[in-house]
Each structure stands twice: as structure tokens, then as C-alpha cells.
Nanobody
Framework: QVQLVESGGGLAQPGGSLRLLCEASGRSIAADTMAWFRRPPGKEREIVAAVPWSGINPTYGDFVKGRFTISRDNRGNTVSLEMNDLNVEDTAVYYC?????????????????WGQGTQVTVSS
């Protein structure tokens, strides 16, 4: 069983940047698909980004529009999300998730391990 802990959230100005970090422990996530989801206020969780074990060809939610980059360090057992050009609609709790199956899932139900979430607030 893997434990996931997110960090790096906080307050950002519109147009600003944040880097989120997900640290995994308990087992290696080197073979897992890893993802970031978010839950904006009053909304359901939605996919932000997902990346397969290889780190190649990640997928992003439609709202990302080139602003975010997901990356992973399999030896370090971590996943990162670099967020640039933030806007107020990016305000949400951001979650790290892991899926040990051979797929690149974009649905909440595809993932079996979740972190506690980290709050991102974008405000002037």
C-alpha cells in the first residue's frame, strides 16, 4: 500500500506560479500511472494531469491549455506539478493519486491511492 503526501500549495497571485510535490512511501510507484486531480469549490474532482510510468506522453485536463507540466522522478518516488499563469479558476484542493494498472486513466474511479490534498488559492 502506498501513502501519498502533497505539498507546495498556498496563495498565488493571478498570473503567478506554484510547484506542487507528491511524495510516495510504502512502496515504489515506478510502475504506476500517477495523476493530479483537483476539486474546485462547489465542484466535483476533475483531472488535472496524468503521466504513465515512463514519463512520456502525459495527458492534461482541457483547462490546462499548456500552463501546467506534470513530471515524475521514479527513483525519488515523487511526482510534481508545475503550474504557471494561474488564474482564480485554478483555486481548488489539489490531490495526488496513484493507479497500479496498465492504463492512463483520467477518472477518479481509475485511481486507488490518494493523498490528503493541498489547497491552492489564487487571488489578488
Amino acid at each position: 500500500q502506498v501513502q501519498l503526501v502533497e505539498s507546495g500549495g498556498g496563495l498565488a497571485q493571478p498570473g503567478g506560479s506554484l510547484r506542487l510535490l507528491c511524495e510516495a512511501s510504502g512502496r515504489s510507484i515506478a510502475a504506476d500511472t500517477m495523476a493530479w486531480f483537483r476539486r474546485p469549490p462547489g465542484k466535483e474532482r476533475e483531472i488535472v494531469a496524468a503521466v504513465p510510468w515512463s514519463g512520456i506522453n502525459p495527458t492534461y485536463g482541457d483547462f490546462v491549455k499548456g500552463r501546467f507540466t506534470i513530471s515524475r522522478d521514479n527513483r525519488g518516488n515523487t511526482v510534481s506539478l508545475e503550474m504557471n499563469d494561474l488564474n482564480v479558476e485554478d483555486t481548488a484542493v489539489y490531490y495526488c493519486a496513484a493507479d497500479p494498472h496498465f492504463r492512463l486513466g483520467t477518472a477518479v474511479r481509475d485511481y486507488e491511492s490518494w493523498g490528503q490534498g493541498t489547497q491552492v488559492t489564487v487571488s489578488s
